[in-house]
Structures are given as structure tokens and as C-alpha cells.
């Protein structure tokens, strides 16, 4: 038994079963959710700056692609590289100034 939740023409309904996939764009990768119908004009659902794709509740678009066709977009990571985070916690954890959190 499947736990994949289809439309009639195939088209994934269920937001937790989407495949996340990817798509590249001057050498940046952006990650989406597509389901619902595959054709009309798609209702694209934009992250705000620090959620990533799970943040979306499953029931919502779940209730939303089930009339329309649903892509949930990924916006490329806004947050610093994971090295300058980790030189800019050291400065800080050493002086516990907010002024030590800079990004350099």
C-alpha cells in the first residue's frame, strides 16, 4: 500500500511525500517542492528569510493543492558561510561583546 496521495493525473498531493528537488541558476542551487495538478498557473510559495522548506505545514499545502498546481520555493541561504559563523561565535564566546559578532 502506498502512502503517496495522488490526483487523478498522477500528480503528487501530499506535501511530506514531494520530492524536494533542485534547479540551478548562475551556479546556485535552489531547492522546491512541486504538487497538485500539473497544469494552470502554479501558486509559488516563497520562505521567509531564515525558514527552509519543512517549515511549510503539510496540512496547508496539502489543502492547497488539492484545487491548483503548488510549487514550494527554497530561497538561496541568506545566513553566512558555516566558517565565518564559527570564527564569529570564537570572537564573541571570548569577550561576550555584542560588537564581536561581525562577519569577517
Given at each position: ?11 503528487i498531493t ?84 555584542p560588537s ?5
Amino acid at each position: 500500500m502506498s502512502h503517496r496521495q495522488e490526483a487523478p493525473n498522477n500528480a503528487i498531493t501530499s506535501y511530506k511525500n514531494a520530492p524536494t528537488r533542485t534547479v540551478s541558476a548562475g551556479g546556485v542551487d535552489f531547492a522546491y517542492r512541486e504538487l497538485g495538478q500539473k497544469t494552470g498557473f502554479p501558486l509559488v510559495l516563497v520562505t521567509h528569510l531564515a525558514a527552509v522548506l519543512d517549515n511549510w505545514d503539510p496540512r496547508v499545502v496539502d489543502g492547497l493543492a488539492a484545487t491548483r498546481r503548488v510549487i514550494a520555493f527554497d530561497n538561496r541561504a541568506s545566513a553566512p558561510p558555516p566558517a565565518r559563523c564559527r570564527r564569529a561565535f570564537r570572537r564573541w564566546r571570548k569577550t561576550r561583546s555584542p560588537s564581536s559578532w561581525r562577519w569577517a
